[in-house]
């Protein structure tokens, strides 16, 4: 196994839930595939989704919520197969 991380294509505030009310799009242990969104970036009140990118095992959020991100900056780390 070997560890990826997932990075953001866009400045903006990352969050790690849909809303407020709802649990964080993935957990540590989690299975996720490629296109499985793991959180969303804001940019003046538009949202993009940020995919896993690549199958693996989720390890933990690297950014807590909310936080302020660059374009590129590593959000999540995963474990995957090579």
Known sequence: MSRHEVVTPIPGVFYRK?????????KAGQAV??????????????????????????VDYIVEGESVVDAGQAVLALEVER
């Open 18 to 26: 849909p809303d407020p009310e709802s649990p964080n799009f993935v």
């Open 33 to 58: 595939a490629a296109e499985d969104t793991i959180g969303l970036v804001e940019v003046m009140k538009s949202f993009h989704p940020v995919p896993a990118g690549v199958a693996g095992k989720v």
